[in-house]
């Protein structure tokens, strides 16, 4: 157990819609980071988030967004949602997220179905 | 940019055989190295990682993976397999200027059989 917790586990849903996706950090950890995997894609970066504020984006969408709160919870939304968007969907938690040599604890990840 | 390659997306392997796992990458800057492997329907756990220092690290269930710098390679061993060691591996880089962005791999699928 990472003490990364995800919810939900699996999320079925249909085109056109929005959903969001929940990650509590480890206890300590200030930033958050948001990965996708896909079949074709494989394992991306989407976005990093360090005690409140965005911190680095990768390749996320525009009707892709995230914040972090104040309890250091984040969410993502995801909006619009396409068929292409179907992918499992991991958060990841770091102590400071200021350096690449900081391990990053993830969590079981929220698997994503839309038809 | 970085970038990160898994020569091999599948490993078949006998039980107690070694194994090697390849990975190169390539970037302009300076990069941390990491393997992470996700068991069947969970997450991704650090296997190991490399820093700096000594270029051979070690994990703590039997892996190593040795940094080569002039073949930009980080390629991970074993020198004899469990059944539980079937799952999927990940090599990743991240930048020495990053704020921890990861980069993967494709991913290897190792199978073990008995």
């Known amino acids: 157990d990472s003490g990364v917790t995800q919810t939900p586990k699996h999320l079925i849903t249909a085109t056109g819609q929005r959903v969001t996706l929940r990650c509590s950090p480890r206890s300590g950890d200030l930033s958050v980071y948001w990965y996708q995997q896909s079949l074709d894609q494989g394992l991306q970066f989407l976005i990093q988030?360090?005690?409140?504020?965005?911190?680095a984006k990768g390749n996320i969408l525009e009707r892709f967004s995230a914040q972090q709160f104040p309890d250091l919870h984040s969410e993502l939304n995801l909006s619009s949602l396409e068929l292409g968007d179907s992918a499992l969907y991991f958060c990841?938690?770091?102590?400071?997220?200021?350096?690449?040599?900081?391990?990053?604890?993830f969590g079981p990840g929220t698997r994503l179905l839309v038809l | 940019a970085q970038s990160v390659t898994q020569l091999d997306s599948q490993v078949p392997v006998f039980e107690e055989a070694p194994v090697e796992l390849r990975c190169n990458y390539s970037?302009?800057?300076?990069?941390?190295l990491f393997w992470y492997v996700q068991y069947p329907n969970q997450g991704l756990q650090l296997l190991l990682k490399?820093?700096?220092?000594?270029?051979l690290v070690e994990s703590i269930n039997g892996f190593e993976a040795e940094f080569n710098k002039s073949q930009t390679s980080f390629h991970l061993r074993k020198p004899s397999v469990h059944i539980s060691d079937t799952a999927e591996y990940f090599c990743?880089?991240?930048?020495?200027?990053?704020?921890?962005?990861?980069?993967f791999g494709q991913g290897t699928i190792l199978t073990v059989h008995p």
């Open positions: 990743a880089v991240s930048l020495y200027t990053s704020y921890g962005k990861l980069t």
């Open positions: 988030y360090y005690n409140g504020e965005e911190r």
């Open positions: 490399y820093l700096s220092g000594s270029t």
């Open positions: 990841a938690s770091s102590a400071l997220g200021t350096s690449g040599l900081e391990t990053q604890y």
């Open positions: 970037s302009s800057v300076s990069v941390y």
